[in-house]
């Protein structure tokens, strides 16, 4: 008894790997032509492009972002709540002097993201 629909799929699966592997390496192939190309200038929004998204302290989205004199970026309540234990900047330990001014770019960035 010989079961001839396994050796028939079998088979069919290693040419389609065959090709699967041929057209991964043709998209390979490709691929690496447009990395050169993809060096775009984004002048319009570079600013934007470097704002963190989350908080540092508590990994979520922000909530009342403040920024810190050494440019970190937190929630309100996490900064305070890290300052009333630790005087320094979570982030880069520099002195934060207790300094948080609202975020606005993020802030602002928010708002349009919530449209
Ligand atoms: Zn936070
Ligand atoms: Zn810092």
Redesign the pocket.
């Known amino acids: 008894m010989h079961d001839r629909g396994d050796y028939k799929s079998g088979w069919q699966m290693e040419r389609e790997w065959d090709e699967a592997e041929k057209m991964r390496k043709r998209n390979l192939a490709l691929g690496e032509d447009d990395v050169d190309q993809t060096e775009e200038d984004d002048d319009d929004d570079d600013e934007e492009g470097s704002l963190p998204f989350?908080?540092?302290?508590?990994?979520?989205p922000?909530?009342d972002p403040v920024v810190t004199k050494c440019n970190h970026y937190?929630?309100e309540?996490?900064?305070l709540k890290h300052h009333s234990k630790n005087k320094k900047c979570f982030v880069c330990d520099k002195p934060t002097l207790g300094i948080f001014n609202t975020a606005h770019e993020i802030r602002r960035r928010m708002a349009a993201e919530d449209k």
């Open positions: 989350a908080c540092f302290i508590c990994r979520q922000f909530v937190f929630c309540h996490c900064a």
